[in-house]
């Protein structure tokens, strides 16, 4: 039984954790999945919570780094070059706007970049008259990274209207995500969506996650 909003839990196992390293972007897109332009007062995920919740994701298949905009967190650095020593993944990837660049030589850590490329045309649908362009930026970054690099093209942000309310890709394959508060959600868009409910990590936390609610009903992302 769920409560209105919400739909079954997920039951596929995990085999992919975030951490949002911040709630700090250096953009405003104003229909962001995690609502960040909302967010009063953006915080930094703790180093001291980072290698904490280690402890409990030994091996895990993929470890990704994303935000807000992680490169802005202000140990970046120090972060990145010890994650595959405190994780141990198999894939530790990061995902970025590309803008930030003091930290570039740190890229490195990791094996692939995935960079999301906003233009103009981005925004069409979104109702409001903000724009980004972040293309030499993509360039810049392309240039310094020397792995797998990845560009998210061909990005249009629309307005957060729900379109449907079953599951989308983003909730049935195993992707969970962990917010700088110490919270984890069964859906890598957390807590973007109203409704959504985290718990704790514990040791048990791969079971316990596969019991928590999707938010689907109240999802944009959610399919018809």
Known sequence: MTREGQSAACQAPVVQLQLM?????????????????????????????????????????????????????????????????????????????????????????????????????????????????????????REAYRGQFYVNEGLHHSRRVRMGSSPCGKATNGDVILFPDGLLYPCCVGPGIDGATGIPMTKNWREEIRSVPMPCSDCFFAVP
């Not at 905009?69 to 202000?74: A, V, Y």
Request: with cysteine; net charge negative; hydrophobic share 35%.
């Open 21 to 141: 390293l911040t709630e700090v972007c250096c953009l405003r897109c104003p229909d962001c999945c995690f609502q960040i332009p909302k967010i009063k007062y953006p915080r930094h995920m703790p180093v001291e919570l980072i290698e904490h919740v280690s402890q409990f994701c030994q091996g895990i298949e993929r470890l990704g780094i994303a935000g807000g905009e992680p490169l802005l967190h202000p140990q970046f650095g120090h972060i990145a070059s010890h994650l595959k020593e405190w994780f141990h993944p198999k894939l530790l990837w990061l995902c970025t706007n590309a803008i930030p660049s003091q930290w570039d030589s740190h890229l490195d850590d990791f094996d692939y970049v995935v960079a999301t490329h906003y233009t103009k045309h981005s925004y069409v649908n979104s109702g409001t008259d903000y724009e980004a362009d972040n293309t030499e930026a993509i360039k810049r970054l």
